[in-house]
Nanobody, 120 residues
Framework: QVQLVESGGGLVQPGGSLRLSCASS????????MAWYRQAPGKERELVAQ??????NYVDSVKGRFTISRDNAKNTLSLQMNSLKSEDTGVYLC???????????????WGQGTQVTVRS
């Protein structure tokens, strides 16, 4: 069973930075894509950033401030978050997609999440 464990969340002032990490129990080369989602109170889960062989994608609200990256040697996904705003507050979850058959069906794995709080 794949396990994804996030770390790096915390309390930070507006304008500050945090770096989130997601450690995988299996080789991340096996995943077709990995992503960071966030869940804010009272809001739907939102895709923040995604990385795959096709490149990276970001939600408009974080473009230019967040950077997603993966270290295959360490089996780790990261999210560098700069110029943080109060609206970035939420639980950040790591997601990994695994292709299970030749038709391209995918199985998704989730971490438990790490809390990010941005306030003065």
């Amino acid at each position: 069973q794949v396990q994804l464990v996030e770390s790096g969340g915390g309390l930070v002032q507006p304008g500050g930075s945090l770096r989130l990490s997601c450690a995988s129990s299996t080789n991340i080369d096996n995943f077709s894509a990995m992503a960071w989602y966030r869940q804010a109170p009272g809001k739907e889960r939102e895709l923040v950033a995604q990385i795959s062989s096709g490149g990276t994608n970001y939600v408009d609200s974080v473009k230019g401030r967040f950077t997603i990256s993966r270290d295959n040697a360490k089996n780790t996904l990261s999210l560098q978050m700069n110029s943080l705003k109060s609206e970035d507050t939420g639980v950040y979850l790591c997601n990994a997609a695994f292709v299970v058959n030749v038709e391209g069906a995918r199985r998704y794995f989730w971490g438990q999440g790490t809390q990010v709080t941005v306030r003065s």
